[in-house]
Each structure stands twice: as C-alpha cells, then as structure tokens.
C-alpha cells in the first residue's frame, strides 16, 4: 500500500488485480448472454477429442509404435493433447498443457517446480518413471532420473500436439520409460510462416513470446523464436512470502529442408531461468539434426542426433555460506528403419545415449563420489505388428539396453488389438519395463553419514494392461483401460551394523490398480464437454529382512486415490470462444495436503482473423491451495491474465 496526503492507496499490483477481476466478472455476465444467443447460430467446435470412432481413424499417432498408426486402433491407453487445446485452454508453460492429459498427475508445488507422473510415484523424489520427449530429445536428468520442469519450455503456440501414454513404453523407448511417455511434437517450419506475437499480462505471471517463419528456396522453411517471462511468488501456509519468484528467457530455431535424398531438420534452443532469493540460475542449450528418407514404397529410415548441456546452481540464500552446481552434457544418437512385408508392419533400430556430468556442493556434506563421472545407455529394439485377419492385431517386441551402471536389461512386450465391432476396439498387453539407476542412487555419499550404494539395481515392472474404446452414440465417445502394475526391487534406505554409515538398496515390492477413463460428449453443435477420471490404489512392502530407515513414501511418491476433471469447450456468435475446466483432486494423507476443488475459465475473442485477444482465470475457487510437498508446503495462487495473439505476413 501507498500514502498519499495521508490516505491509503493500493499497490499497483493490488490495482493490477483489481482491474482483471472487475473484467473477468464483465466477461462472465458477457458470456451468459452469448450462451443464449449460439442456439441461433451454427458454429461447431473442432476437436480431435470431439471426433467419432471413423473420424479417429484418421488420426494418426507414432508414440505407441515408433511409426504413424492410427489413433483408434492404438494398443495403450494413450491421449493426445491438441493445439486447439491448448490455445483455449490458454496454457502459457508445458506443466500447464499437460495438466489437459486426464491419464497424467500434474502437482505443483513452488512457483518454478512441478512434479509430474502416470500412474502413481508422484513426488520431488519419486516422479523418476516417465520419459519424456521434446521432437525425439529426453529432458531427464541422470543424477535423478526425473525432469526438471523449470529448465524446459517450449513456444506452446508452436506444438502441433502431445501424445501421453500412461504405461510402459520400454521396448521402444526404453530408459525412463516405466510407467509413461510424454512426447512433445512441434509444428515443422513450413507450418509456422509468418509472423507471431503472443503477450500475457496479469497478477502472477507476465510473458511474452515473438516467431517468425519464412523460406529460403523452394526447398527450405525455418523459424525463429525468442520468449521471456516473469512468475509471481507462492504463499507459506501461514501467508507468508515463499520468495520463490523467477524470470526466464529463451530463444530457438528450427529448419526444414530436402537434403541428401530425404528430408532434415535441424534445430536448437538456448535458456536462462533466475531465481531471486535465494539466488538459482538454471541455463542450457540444446542442438538436434534428423534425417528421414525413404528407402521404398515400403521401407523408411530415420537417422537422429542430438547434444545437450544444462547447468543448475543454487546458493544458500540470506547471507549463509555454500553453493550446489550441477552440469550434465549428452549425447545421443538412433538409427531406425521401418518396413512393410506382407501382414507385417515392422520396427527396428539401435541408440547410443553418453552423460558427463559434475555435481559440486558445499551447501551440506553430501556429495557424488566420484564427483564427475560419464554414463553411457546402449540399445537394440525390434518390434512387429501383425495383421491376424482383418480385426485382430497382434505386437510383439524386444529391446536389449545396457547400462554402463546396471548391466543388460531385457524388455519384452506383447499386445493385441480386437476391432470387436464398427463402433468399439479392445486391447490388451504385457510389457516389462525397468529404470536404472541414477547418478545419486549409485554415487551419493556423506563420510560418516552415507556411503555409496555400488550393488544399486534396476527397478523392475510388469505390467498387464487392458482397454476399450467406443462410440457410445453418434455424438460421444469414451476410452476406458485399466491395469495391474507389479513393481520389484525398488529403492530403500538401509542403514550399516551401527546404524551408520546408510546406503541405498532394493527393498521394496508392491504392486499398483487403478482405472483410466475418459470421453467426449457433443451436446450441442457449438459445445463440446470432455469429462475424464483416474482411480489408483497402491499396495507396497519390504522384502523380508530388508529396512527402509527413509520410509516408503520417498520412493513410493504422494498420489491422490482418485482426479476427477470435466472441461467445457463453446463456440459462441461473433467470433467468441468460451473454455471452462473443473478439477477435483483427492487429498494427500499421507502428507497433510487436503484434497481440492479448482476451475480455470477463459474467454476469447477473435478481433479479426490475425489477432486474438482473452481473458484467463485459473484456480478461480480458491486465492491459494496446495498441491503437493516439498516442506514447507507452498501454496499456488489464483491467477488471472490478459492476452493477446498478433499474426502476420
């Protein structure tokens, strides 16, 4: 607050807010009268979670099987989160756009921190099963085996789509890939011409992006982007500052031309993300070339490389002593070739991932020994899709991965397709998935305190998984799959004759069920609704003899028992577009964060064809809640901004 002549005056921030809030109410009252008024008009809301069976065959994925298949025969319980999703839904960050995906958990727990899983072990510590991709590069670090959420972003204006699924993809995708795979594809550069400026202003988060796209011959398009934002503090529980606030910027390419008897792209970004107190850089570039030709009619290969280096660092904060650095380089390499023969539609091909890392902290005793040290991930995969009548499909696949810390890793699966009638398919599976270990697993190490943990294993997963998609009526649609997960040799925290010096083992087995469902239901030409729930029940223990002096939830993570969604999509008259989304999330109990209730709305207006401006509220219900721990629990904010989105030639 201000004084002026002795009288109170807002903040400009409190001012800021204010004027948002006052427009969102205005906006609201507006939309109800639209409401009224669409019955009249003809608008049809276009997505591809609106599309019948026959339409979903169209669509095509390339997650499940490393090559496109379509969409509505896809043997895994897989969703796929649009461009049009996310442009309404008005997602400004990659952990926002995914929190679309109803198979995925998404809790936030600080201003820059996300934790993100399928099916269970969602935590700080345990969110280490689930790969994820952006255009074919893993973002998982090796000292965790998990992804640091505040070093990636994307230009989410430039996402063709995100296909999620939830369950293991090991044969193909092997390290990571347990129990999920994020796959992040953007737009190739010919779809991206022109000009595009996309500004966000409002209480908590103020960003702003710029690409422009172009050609250089006939045989070459590319693009450019820069972006920049800066994000707002949580609140303590006690109301408090957390003082976790943060600004970004970043800047990319991308080139797509016809070379060498195929098509290449080449891309790349660059990063830096600070944090002001205690003070936290995180910076990094990346740089990937693939190459696709076709061989034949029948036949394709893909050749792909990329190198990354991120560094993070963190200092102790109000005047104390100590800094925690860390720098990973990569390189990987994959060579693939697809073919048909006959009833066979088959994949195959080797990789090469390389890690040098350094980890350096006087913040405390711990530390890696050896303090730098390289790690190297090499595979082989081969997998088959055979056609068994005209409805029935059969898949069986290998992958052989050797780890420079664990070993050789065997990784089968088998799955089957039913085209049971016009309108509904049915699927199953087994696959078995493992994680190796991480840097920290291995190497963490306090004198006196902690050793090493050289006889660390991989973690182990058999899955069996079922599912079913159909069309229920002309206008709805549903997907429902449900598993049993059964997870072996797990991480535990034992401790030495004399209770001291602890080490990591594989002292936890257990095994998770749950259901996955979700569906479309068109009740009028202009209103889509898509509503979705997930169940979860977890059930794990020590193996005999073994201790866990950490307990299990450090690995086990903190997963609600069920999340109930329901999203609403309008298209109203004069080029108006109204989003509504409600969340219901069960309580961590095991952690003292209660359940929750939270709605996000916003409401578009296409001024003319090439700009587009809204208003965005989310967490509506609420001025803060917690989603998820990291003690002390931050609590997130409501959040409402201004937005517009400038396109030109």
């Known amino acids: 607050m201000q004084q002026v002549n002795g009288s109170v005056l807002p903040s400009p921030a409190s001012r800021i807010r204010q004027t948002i809030r006052v427009a969102l109410t205005r906006v609201l009252a507006a939309a109800g009268a639209l409401l009224a008024a669409a019955y009249a008009h003809g608008q049809t809301v276009h997505d591809l979670a609106g599309l019948s069976i026959e339409e979903l065959a169209q669509v095509e994925v390339t997650s499940v099987s490393r090559r496109p298949e379509s969409l509505s025969r896809s043997t895994a319980s897989i969703y796929v989160i649009t461009a049009e999703d996310i442009r309404r839904s008005g997602a400004a960050s990659l952990p926002e756009a995914l929190r679309l995906a109803p198979n ?3 809790a936030r727990y600080s201003s820059q921190g996300y934790t993100i899983s399928a099916r269970g072990f969602n935590s700080i ?15 998982f670090t090796p000292f965790f085996n998990s992804v640091f959420w ?15 699924i939830s ?3 090991g044969t193909l995708w092997g390290a990571n890939a347990v129990n999920g795979v994020i796959n992040v594809i953007t737009r190739a550069s010919s779809e991206t011409q022109g000009g595009l400026v996309v500004a966000k202003a409002g209480d908590f988060v103020q960003r702003g992006a710029v690409r422009y796209g172009g050609r250089a011959g006939d045989d070459a398009t590319y693009r450019a982007y820069a ?9 303590l529980a006690d109301g408090t500052n957390a003082h976790d606030d943060w600004h970004a910027r970043q800047a990319g390419f991308r080139a797509d031309l016809r070379a060498l008897g195929g098509a290449v792209t080449l891309q790349g970004d660059a990063f830096e993300n600070r944090i002001d107190d205690p003070s936290g850089r995180r910076s990094g570039s990346n740089v990937l070339a693939r190459w696709t030709r076709a061989l034949s009619e029948r036949s394709s290969l893909d050749l792909q490389a990329y190198y990354d280096q ?13 800094i925690a650095t860390e720098q990973v380089r990569t390189f990987d390499f994959q060579a693939e070739q ?12 080797f990789g090469h991932r390389s890690w040098r890392d350094e980890f350096v902290n006087t913040l405390n005793g711990f530390v890696l020994d050896p303090r730098s040290q390289s790690v190297s991930l090499t595979n082989l995969y081969a997998q088959d899709i055979m056609a068994v009548g005209a409805d029935v499909t059969l898949t069986g696949g290998l992958k052989l991965e050797y780890s420079s810390f664990s070993g050789w890793d065997v990784m089968p699966s088998v799955r089957a397709g039913w085209q049971a ?5 049915v699927w199953a599976a087994v696959s078995r998935a493992v994680r190796p270990p991480s840097r920290v697993e291995r190497d963490l190490t306090f004198p006196g305190l902690f050793d090493t943990s050289p006889d660390f294993e991989t973690e182990k997963l058999i899955a069996y998984e079922a599912g079913w998609r159909a069309q229920l009526l002309p206008q709805a649609t549903a997907s429902v799959s449900v598993f049993y997960n059964r997870y072996t040799d797990l991480r535990t925290t034992s401790l030495g004759p004399g209770d001291f010096p602890g080490h990591f083992r594989n002292g936890l087995e257990g095994h998770t069920v749950g259901l996955e469902a979700w569906g479309s239901y068109t009740v009028l030409p202009w209103w889509r609704l898509n509503p979705g729930v997930t169940l979860l029940h977890k059930a794990f223990h020590l193996k005999p003899g073994a201790i866990d002096a950490a307990g299990p939830q450090t690995v086990l993570g903190h997963d609600p028992a069920n999340q109930w969604f329901l999203r609403s999509y309008m298209d109203l008259p004069h080029n108006t577009e109204l989003y509504a989304a409600v969340r219901r999330v069960a309580a961590l109990g095991d952690i003292g964060v209660p359940g929750y209730v939270e709605a996000d709305l916003r409401f578009a207006w296409h001024v003319r064809p090439d700009l587009e401006v809204a208003l965005t509220g989310q967490n509506l219900v609420h001025a803060r809640h917690a989603e998820a721990s990291q003690p002390p629990i931050h609590e997130i904010p409501r959040n409402m901004y201004l937005e517009a989105r400038w396109s030109f030639r």
Request: hydrophobic share 35%; charged share 20%; glycine share 14%.
């Open 104 to 106: 995925l958990e998404v």
């Open 150 to 164: 505040d070093q990636q972003d994307v230009m989410v204006a430039d996402i063709e789509r995100i296909e999620v």
């Open 125 to 139: 510590n345990a969110a280490n099963k689930l790969l994820v991709l952006i255009d074919g590069r893993s973002i």
């Open 167 to 169: 369950g293991p993809g």
């Open 227 to 235: 972006l920049g934002f800066s994000q707002g503090h949580t609140d």
């Open 338 to 349: 697809t073919f048909t023969a006959g009833a066979h539609r088959a994949v195959w091909g």
């Open 310 to 322: 991120q560094n993070r660092s963190d200092t102790a904060g109000a005047g104390q002593p100590g």
């Open 421 to 425: 009638t016009p309108k509904s398919f």
